[in-house]
């Protein structure tokens, strides 16, 4: 994937990754579908398994209003201070499951 935007990755490539980070931590994969539902309103069900990793965001049932509560850094960025719309939300969802990799009970997590 060499080259290729992070936009126009498939979702279903980037979900197996999501999973094995928190796994490796002794998280589940059931809590990072709870964290997706919550962030997207997605459940496991209703993910196009070929849509990109914009569609993905672009077409979220319900996206949370309270994703702007979700503060901090994210490969040295800080999440609130990402200026493109689309890119905030995929940093937002790397920061919620960084955080669940690194212990943090899922009432903290999901604002």
Known sequence: MAGKSVYEMKFSKV???????AERKGRTKEEVDEI?????GYDASSVDPD?????????APSYNSRAALITGTVCGVRVE???DPL???IRQLDKLVDELAKGKPMNKILR
């Open 15 to 21: 979900y197996p990754l999501l999973v094995a980070k």
């Open 36 to 40: 997706i539902r919550w962030l997207t």
């Open 51 to 59: 849509a990109t990793y914009a569609d993905f965001f672009l077409h």
């Open 81 to 83: 201070t990402i200026e």
């Open 87 to 89: 890119m905030k939300k």
